[in-house]
């Protein structure tokens, strides 16, 4: 179990990395792109790709210091002390000792869908934040499954992560609508045509629509990065939940019982869906359309738990049922 559990966070670390490098790789060749297209110049590519770099930077500066903040406050969430909610408040310092990280501050969500998320900008400054459904559906061994997976994520500083990943592909797609606009209107196109008439303009006409197609694309294909990013950070919070725990039973029935819950997180929405232990948005619910997933399949990640811990996969019946939920 030990030589599968470290090889599998060991690729997902690798791959969470690998993607992060893409991603800046799409943003450095599209501010190439545009700076050259629009100038016909190396330099100016190389200086739009520095004023993209200003423009993330200032975001993900503004979003370390106070993006949790407006996580918590659009969510509604309430924080709570042993008084109030001693079994969650106990078994999250359990867990918090297991992982050796600070306690993180404990809210809950007046809502009746099981769920949970953790936010912040390291372990120092994290909040938790579980759904009342949770706490009245869960009994222990359940809630630790799911309060370990979301303080592996502290642990694993996949809320930083996810936080700049959110905001590189962010300023992909801002970059990208500027560019689309500008063009549209004619600032960009007015100056690549008076560059082609004095002469030296192929090179620069064939990068521009490069960069008019990057454009469209990029945005796109960044997204898409950014899910595969958080579905591998998802796999490895849920081995590092069998690891503080010791019981990939307990996180595999939670993730069961909260795929096949019907109830509705009400309070969750397109920018916060990503954060939550289980995609919030049901595939029956009309705000789902036209959403691509934000987590692994429950299929898979009950799979792999189970692979942990020398199981055979779900049964196709079982597989097919949670496979229409999720």
């Given at each position: 179990?030990?030589?599968?559990?470290?090889?599998?966070?060991?690729?997902?670390?690798?791959?969470?990395?690998?993607?992060?490098?893409?991603?800046?790789?799409?943003?450095?060749?599209?501010?190439?792109?545009?700076?050259?297209?629009?100038?016909?110049?190396?330099?100016?590519?190389?200086?739009?790709?520095?004023?993209?770099?200003?423009?993330?930077?200032?975001?993900?500066?503004?979003?370390?210091?106070?993006?949790?903040?407006?996580?918590?406050?659009?969510?509604?969430?309430?924080?709570?002390?042993?008084?109030?909610?001693?079994?969650?408040?106990?078994?999250?310092?359990?867990?918090?000792?297991?992982?050796?990280?600070?306690?993180?501050?404990?809210?809950?969500?007046?809502?009746?869908?099981?769920?949970?998320?953790?936010?912040?900008?390291?372990?120092?400054?994290?909040?938790?934040?579980?759904?009342?459904?949770?706490?009245?559906?869960?009994?222990?061994?359940?809630?630790?499954?799911?309060?370990?997976?979301e303080l592996s994520h502290v642990r694993n500083y996949d809320i930083r992560y996810s936080l700049l990943v959110g905001v590189m592909v962010?300023?992909?797609?801002?970059?990208?609508?500027?560019?689309?606009?500008?063009?549209?209107?004619?600032?960009?196109?007015?100056?690549?045509?008076?560059?082609?008439?004095?002469?030296?303009?192929?090179?620069?006409?064939?990068?521009?629509?490069?960069?008019?197609?990057?454009?469209?694309?990029?945005?796109?294909?960044?997204?898409?990065?950014?899910?595969?990013?958080?579905?591998?950070?998802?796999?490895?919070?849920?081995?590092?939940?069998?690891?503080?725990?010791?019981?990939?039973?307990?996180?595999?029935?939670?993730?069961?019982?909260?795929?096949?819950?019907?109830?509705?997180?009400?309070?969750?929405?397109?920018?916060?869906?990503?954060?939550?232990?289980?995609?919030?948005?049901?595939?029956?619910?009309?705000?789902?359309?036209?959403?691509?997933?934000?987590?692994?399949?429950?299929?898979?990640?009950?799979?792999?738990?189970?692979?942990?811990?020398?199981?055979?996969?779900?049964?196709?019946?079982?597989?097919?049922?949670?496979?229409?939920?999720?």
């Amino acid at each position: 179990m030990a030589g599968t559990f470290y090889s599998q966070i060991a690729a997902n670390r690798r791959n969470s990395f690998l993607l992060m490098l893409v991603l800046v790789a799409v943003l450095a060749l599209l501010g190439f792109a545009i700076g050259y297209g629009t100038t016909g110049t190396a330099e100016a590519g190389i200086g739009w790709l520095g004023i993209f770099g200003i423009v993330a930077i200032i975001s993900s500066v503004a979003s370390y210091y106070s993006g949790d903040k407006v996580v918590l406050g659009v969510s509604k969430a309430r924080r709570v002390d042993a008084t109030s909610q001693p079994q969650l408040i106990n078994v999250v310092t359990e867990l918090t000792l297991a992982a050796g990280i600070p306690m993180p501050a404990v809210y809950t969500i007046d809502d009746s869908a099981p769920n949970a998320f953790a936010t912040g900008r390291d372990p120092k400054h994290a909040s938790i934040a579980v759904t009342t459904g949770l706490l009245q559906k869960m009994d222990r061994e359940e809630l630790q499954g799911v309060i370990g997976h979301e303080l592996s994520h502290v642990r694993n500083y996949d809320i930083r992560y996810s936080l700049l990943v959110g905001v590189m592909v962010g300023t992909i797609a801002l970059v990208a609508d500027f560019f689309l606009r500008f063009t549209f209107w004619g600032g960009f196109g007015g100056r690549r045509s008076s560059s082609d008439r004095e002469g030296g303009g192929g090179l620069q006409v064939i990068i521009f629509v490069l960069a008019l197609v990057l454009a469209v694309l990029a945005p796109i294909f960044a997204r898409l990065v950014q899910l595969a990013v958080s579905r591998q950070r998802e796999y490895m919070a849920d081995a590092s939940s069998v690891e503080l725990t010791r019981n990939p039973q307990g996180l595999e029935r939670a993730l069961a019982a909260i795929s096949e819950d019907p109830e509705v997180l009400e309070v969750a929405n397109r920018a916060t869906q990503h954060l939550y232990f289980t995609n919030p948005i049901k595939k029956f619910e009309q705000r789902s359309k036209g959403l691509f997933s934000t987590h692994p399949p429950i299929v898979d990640r009950i799979n792999r738990l189970r692979a942990l811990s020398g199981e055979q996969p779900l049964d196709p019946s079982v597989t097919a049922e949670l496979a229409g939920l999720d």
